[in-house]
């Protein structure tokens, strides 16, 4: 994951972070909002299907079952990503400067690793009493 972030995550973030100051340079609400819910719609969607991508054929080499886990996982992934992202990306682009803005988003994702680890587990553990309650 560490050559993802500095090979690809790193340079694209800070090229995405660049463009989004250049097209929407004044901090008006209705940029805020329109940086965000374009950091969610484009950047959010890369960054999962990349790290799906990588994680399938790299560290598991389960190529072939790549289409299935995005049928299967992809949704869930980004609708939990955007519990926290979407605050994220709020603070990020109205307090943090442009230059900060990739450390931030950084260190943002290794809390969002761990929250969307515990919502997952929270979710899977509702299921099962759920499903324990049907019994």
Same mark, same amino acid.
């Given at each position: ?5 500095? @090979?690809?995550? &790193?340079?694209?973030? #800070?090229?995405? #972070?660049?463009?989004?100051?250049r097209? @929407?340079?004044?901090?008006? =609400? ?5 940086? /965000?819910?374009? %950091?969610q719609? /484009?950047? &959010?969607?890369? /960054?999962?299907a ?8 790299i ?6 079952? @790549?289409?299935? +886990?995005y049928? +299967?996982d992809?949704?869930l992934? @980004? *609708? *939990?990503?955007?519990?926290?992202? $979407?605050p994220?990306?709020?603070? %990020?682009?109205?307090? =943090? ?12 994702s290794? #809390? ?13 553990l509702?299921?099962?009493?759920? $499903?324990? &309650?049907? +019994?």
């Amino acid at each position: 994951m560490a050559s993802y972030g500095f @090979l690809l995550y &790193g340079p694209g973030s #800070y090229a995405w #972070y660049q463009y989004l100051d250049r097209a @929407l340079p004044e901090q008006t =609400v209705e940029n805020l909002l329109l940086k /965000v819910l374009l %950091n969610q719609i /484009v950047l &959010g969607p890369s /960054v999962v299907a990349i790290v799906f991508f990588t994680w399938n054929n790299i560290w598991l080499e389960k190529f072939s079952e @790549l289409p299935n +886990k995005y049928q +299967k996982d992809v949704i869930l992934t @980004l *609708i *939990i990503g955007y519990k926290f992202w $979407i605050p994220a990306s709020a603070l %990020n682009f109205w307090v =943090v400067p442009l230059q900060a803005h990739v450390t931030f988003m950084s260190m943002g994702s290794l #809390y969002s690793g761990t929250f969307a680890c515990l919502q997952l587990w929270a979710n899977n553990l509702l299921l099962r009493s759920f $499903i324990d &309650g049907l +019994k």
